[in-house]
């Protein structure tokens, strides 16, 4: 499975950055390795529930990042760092399922064209299959863009996941959302459909230029 380069260049921790991290934990190292291993496992956790399976590596990136901006001379503002650190998680979760969610096209688009053929009728058939492809996926994009936060968040977390943990993270987002699953499931049909106009509006448009 691919990650998304905008996570990915937050990924690799220097020693400075890392010391500095550290001593923005506590003064005194062991404590500062105890407290950065127990926000590590915490991390971890918070990508686990939500049905990540690169959970590890969204957990780097996400310290990768706090290091970063303590570097670049930003204070963690709050007595306690954890905070900061799952606010940088939140966000980096939003991107994980932005960038899944596209790349998976999740309005039922279908997948990519298979590789070029030799044969010039196979070439253009296969050029015109992948134009459509893209075009959906600029759609897909430019409407989930469109979307209230809220809803955006609710229809990427009801449509991103494995099979076999989809149950498990529904049942997850209602207990959030403090709702029934079932009113929950109403809420993703109701917005799902809105997103599938608004993609069949957006390739008329497209198509009529």
Known sequence: MDISPALK???GLTQESFDKLLNCLNRDRALAAEGYERI???LITFFESRGCYRAEELTDTTINRVARRLIEGI???TADPVNFFFGVARKVLQEYWDYETRKNASVDLPGPPSEPSQDPRIMAEQQADRLV???KI???EKCLDQLPPKNRELIIQYYYSESKTKIQNRKRLAEELG???NAVRIRALRIRE????CV??????ITAV
Not at 200 to 205: G, V
């Open 9 to 11: 260049k937050d990924r």
């Open 40 to 42: 590590r496992r915490k």
């Open 75 to 77: 204070d963690l503002y």
């Open 133 to 135: 492809y893209e075009q």
């Open 138 to 140: 600029a759609c897909l």
């Open 179 to 181: 709702i029934q699953l």
């Open 194 to 197: 809105k997103l599938e106009s």
């Open 200 to 205: 069949t509006s957006c390739l008329k448009q």
